[in-house]
């Protein structure tokens, strides 16, 4: 009996912790809630307030006989002005996308053009930099994707890229259909859908491998780029990663060989 007695206190005791386990996780669920919908409410809070301060930088900019000096000063203030702005506006886009607020209005891109576009755009801050930036497409490549959003994510991996490539290097972006990449046929009826995949690869500066589970993550900074002294946020790829779930995809990132890092965007296809 004392081994019965032994057996079941042992298990009454596992019922315990099991149940403050689930009561924790519940609060951390919780916790986190409350920090999203904080951030939310402060970046709203933020926004017309620094709205009026570019305002009045601007009107003052126009004034007449302004000192040397004080223009120089309010060039600082539009400056960071600017900058907070951009930070509050992609934090409100995250709590947007994050708690499904961000309506993604989903229909049939034509990928290779909305690449094209994008790569187009990119082209004059990749010359400045003596960047070769290439596009390698199938001609005809749909995706089912929101076609705003979808550039905000090329936009995005297109001036990482850029921005943590040295001089001198190359980024490339290459697409491929479903059945190219490793999907198989459909299915008949139902099944996952095909993914057509994206991938943009630079030869910069890469990121150290321990860090790579982390990139998607808010505010996280690899210590390549800050060591090279490159400014950023670390929004843009949390948003990037948020804007693609949204529309049913997968975005990840591997390291090159010979260094660089490739990001690759699976979306369904078209
Ligand atoms: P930001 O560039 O504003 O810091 P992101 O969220 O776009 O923020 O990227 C997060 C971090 O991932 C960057 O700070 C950088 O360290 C790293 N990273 C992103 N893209 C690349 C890239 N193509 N090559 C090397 N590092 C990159």
Do not use: C
Not at 35 to 41: P, R, S, Y
Not at 82 to 109: F, P, Y
Request: hydrophobic content about 40%; aromatic content about 4%; cysteine-free.
């Amino acid at each position: 009996t004392t081994d019965i007695t032994e057996r079941r206190e042992l298990a009454d005791e596992r019922e315990r912790l099991l149940l403050r386990e689930r009561e924790q996780v519940r609060r951390l669920r919780e916790l986190d809630r409350l920090k999203d919908e904080l951030m939310a409410m402060v970046s709203h809070e933020l926004r017309s307030p620094i709205g009026v301060i570019r305002a009045y930088a601007e009107m003052l900019r126009e004034a007449p006989d302004l000192p040397e000096e004080h223009a120089a000063f309010l060039e600082v203030i539009d400056r960071k002005s600017e900058h907070l702005q951009r930070l509050v506006d992609d934090l409100l886009d995250l709590a947007r996308l994050e708690d499904g607020r961000m309506a993604v209005e989903v229909r049939t891109v034509w990928l290779t053009r909305l690449i094209h576009q994008a790569v187009e755009d990119h082209r004059a801050a990749a010359e400045a930099k003596g960047i070769a930036l290439t596009a390698e497409l199938p001609h005809y490549l749909h995706v089912r994707a929101d076609p705003v959003r979808l550039r905000q994510v090329m936009d995005n991996l297109l001036s990482n890229a850029i921005k943590y490539t040295p001089g001198g290097g190359a980024v490339a972006v290459t697409a491929v259909p479903p059945d190219d990449d490793g999907g198989g046929s459909p299915p008949d009826g139902g099944g996952p859908p095909r993914m057509a995949a994206v991938t943009v690869a630079d030869n910069g500066i890469g990121i150290p491998p321990e860090q790579y589970e982390h990139l998607f993550s808010r505010f996280f900074r690899a210590s390549s780029g800050r060591a090279a002294g490159i400014k950023g946020t670390g929004l843009g790829l949390a948003i990037t990663k948020a804007i693609v779930s949204a529309h049913g995809g997968t975005i990840t990132a591997a390291p090159r060989e010979g260094g660089g890092t490739a990001f690759t965007v699976r979306l369904p296809a078209g």
